[in-house]
């Protein structure tokens, strides 16, 4: 690729679309090297990669692992363009909304919306691994039943965001021509519960 980017991910990853989204959106060439969505991951052990979490993103000899440093880098390198918030008030409720999404419980709530009867969930081999990861948590019954919870949870998540920052019909976050880094912050978990059927 003109700039070496290269995103290496699997489709089923929110954190993952996040990035192709911003990319995407920017209109920066890039190349994708599509993993496993379990180890081994041939490909990052070649780059001498042992990290298990997806996405990755290599710069030339640079490779970034966290999703929020990824497009903290992608900002910094290709600053003309950029989708990031200048002002003070729109860069908190940018790295708000980032919080909120990952740390703040909506990432989880999402993945227990995730269909258990039908793609990934139906391999063993995933079942296995998603279990292992996460101390006997993240099962197929684990996730049956903890879905009314987060039925509930991402309803109040689409609630607040309707009720607050687009409440006066807005089409993006910060009321702009385009979408920004704050609509990718914002709204990926959320909208990944409604793509939900591309875990087939």
Same mark, same amino acid.
């Given at each position: 690729?003109?700039?070496?980017?290269?995103?290496?991910?699997?489709?089923?990853?929110?954190?993952?679309?996040?990035?192709?989204?911003?990319?995407?959106?920017?209109?920066?060439?890039?190349?994708?090297?599509?993993?496993?969505?379990?180890?081994?991951?041939?490909?990052?052990?070649?780059?001498?990669?042992?990290?298990?979490?997806?996405?990755?993103?290599?710069?030339?000899?640079?490779?970034?692992?966290?999703?929020?440093?990824?497009?903290?880098?992608?900002?910094?390198?290709?600053?003309?363009?950029?989708?990031?918030?200048?002002?003070?008030?729109?860069?908190?409720?940018?790295? @708000?909304?980032?919080?909120?999404?990952?740390?703040?419980?909506?990432?989880?709530?999402?993945?227990? @919306?995730?269909?258990?009867?039908?793609?990934?969930?139906?391999?063993?081999?995933?079942?296995?691994?998603?279990?292992?990861?996460?101390?006997?948590?993240?099962?197929?019954?684990?996730?049956?039943?903890?879905?009314?919870?987060?039925?509930?949870?991402?309803?109040?998540?689409?609630?607040?965001?309707?009720?607050?920052?687009?409440?006066?019909?807005?089409?993006?976050?910060?009321?702009?021509?385009?979408?920004?880094?704050?609509?990718?912050?914002?709204?990926?978990?959320?909208?990944?519960?409604?793509?939900?059927?591309?875990?087939?």
């Amino acid at each position: 690729m003109p700039n070496d980017t290269v995103l290496y991910w699997y489709t089923a990853s929110s954190y993952a679309r996040r990035v192709v989204w911003y990319l995407n959106l920017r209109g920066l060439p890039w190349a994708s090297c599509i993993q496993p969505p379990i180890m081994p991951r041939p490909d990052l052990q070649a780059l001498n990669v042992n990290y298990r979490r997806i996405p990755l993103l290599s710069m030339g000899k640079d490779v970034y692992l966290d999703t929020r440093l990824i497009l903290r880098k992608l900002e910094e390198r290709f600053p003309d363009g950029a989708l990031g918030a200048t002002n003070p008030e729109h860069r908190i409720i940018e790295r @708000l909304l980032e919080r909120w999404m990952t740390d703040g419980g909506v990432f989880w709530r999402a993945v227990q @919306l995730l269909p258990v009867d039908a793609g990934m969930w139906m391999d063993p081999a995933f079942q296995k691994d998603r279990a292992d990861l996460t101390g006997g948590r993240l099962t197929r019954e684990g996730l049956r039943k903890l879905r009314p919870e987060a039925v509930v949870a991402m309803r109040d998540c689409f609630e607040l965001l309707e009720t607050t920052i687009l409440s006066d019909g807005r089409e993006w976050v910060f009321n702009g021509s385009k979408p920004s880094l704050g609509d990718i912050e914002g709204m990926s978990d959320c909208f990944f519960t409604i793509i939900i059927g591309d875990w087939s």
